[in-house]
Nanobody
Framework: QVHLVESGGGLVQPGGSLRLSCAASESIPSIYVMGWYRQAPGKQREWVASIFSGGGTNYADSVKGRFTISRDNAKNTMYLQMNSLKLDDTAIYYC?????????WGKGTLVTVSS
């Protein structure tokens, strides 16, 4: 059972930046997909970005060009660098790991974009 813990959320003004982290409790097997999802108040959870074990990345159109997903295999940690934040980016951000047919989720970290 892999445990995921997100951190780095907080309150930021529009146009600001935050970096989220997702730490895994153990080494991740060589084939996986990790990603970030978010859920805004009153809305369904939506996919934000993914990073594949081969290094490829994908982004939702709403964050493309503003967010960057990355990982540090030595630290078993994934990151989401969020720049040019908008009010609509306010949400709880969740880390997800897909390996060997299993789905693991963190408990989320709150990002609030407000002036």
């Amino acid at each position: 059972q892999v445990h995921l813990v997100e951190s780095g959320g907080g309150l930021v003004q529009p146009g600001g930046s935050l970096r989220l982290s997702c730490a895994a409790s153990e080494s991740i097997p060589s084939i996986y997909v990790m990603g970030w999802y978010r859920q805004a108040p009153g809305k369904q959870r939506e996919w934000v970005a993914s990073i594949f074990s081969g290094g490829g990345t994908n982004y939702a159109d709403s964050v493309k060009g503003r967010f960057t997903i990355s990982r540090d295999n030595a630290k078993n940690t994934m990151y989401l660098q969020m720049n040019s934040l908008k009010l609509d980016d306010t949400a709880i951000y969740y880390c997800n790991l897909k390996i060997l047919g299993n789905d693991y989720w963190g408990k989320g970290t709150l990002v609030t974009v407000s002036s």
